[in-house]
């Protein structure tokens, strides 16, 4: 799988949109980008994912640039609750159900009040 | 719906020691990944488990090894225990599905501390 790079830490203020970038130069057709974060000593909790169009759900939406280099994560209002490290992870969809995650170190957000 | 349930919470060992780690997946999911998560870096990949065998193995010895049961229940088990096996141990259950919707779910891990 591509690796990804991510800064190692983030602020933001409570009640604005956080932006959290992600590069993947190395990302080959078939690898969807997939967003997690991990509140302090939980497991890790899927956020969103996509391949090439704009996603969003419930918890954030999700920006992939046309040359598929790089992502960004928006939570659009964030909220104390919301401060974790968030992992940018990009995987081969090949069809079968096995795969593993490859995890970074990820950037840990702060909301800040 | 319960999810993935991992126990015990925490665990204290010895040097040389054995350990094993217990994992419940998520209602429906038949299969079982198991992840090494050191202090401050992400979660490192160890083996998957699915019918009852393993299928994809990390770059973790051969100290580390699991077990599926009929129910998909998953153990981990660690022989020989060395301090740098100090860490977060998570279980993550999924479908074995050739679907792009097929996620892993996390459980909360087992705190393992090696003295």
């Known amino acids: 799988d591509a690796k990804t790079t991510q800064p190692p830490s983030m602020d933001c203020a409570e009640g604005r949109a956080a932006n959290l970038p992600c590069n993947h130069s190395t990302i080959s057709g078939n690898e969807y980008v997939y967003w997690y974060r991990q509140i302090h000593s939980q497991g890790p909790q899927y956020i969103i994912h996509g391949l090439k169009n704009n996603e969003t759900n419930e918890m954030a939406s999700l920006i992939i640039t046309e040359d598929r280099k790089s992502s960004t994560l928006i939570l659009p209002h964030a909220t104390l609750r919301d401060t974790a490290v968030y992992y940018c992870i990009v995987r081969v969809v090949t069809g079968a159900g096995s795969y593993q995650l490859t995890f970074g170190k990820g950037t840990k957000l702060s909301v800040i009040p | 719906d319960a999810g993935v349930t991992q126990s015990p919470t925490h665990l204290i060992k010895t040097r040389g020691q054995q350990v094993t780690l217990r994992c419940s997946p998520k209602s429906g999911h038949d299969t079982v990944s198991w992840y090494q998560q050191a202090l401050g870096q992400g979660p490192q990949f160890i083996f998957q488990y699915y019918e009852e065998e393993e299928r994809q193995r990390g770059n973790f010895p051969d100290r580390f090894s699991g077990h599926q049961f009929p129910n998909y229940s998953s153990e981990l088990n660690v022989n020989a225990l060395l301090l740098g096996d100090s860490a977060l141990y998570l279980c993550?259950?999924?479908?074995?599905?050739?679907?792009?919707?097929?996620?892993?779910?996390f459980g909360p891990g087992t705190r393992l501390t090696v003295l």
């Open positions: 993550a259950s999924s479908l074995d599905l050739a679907d792009y919707y097929n996620e892993q779910f």
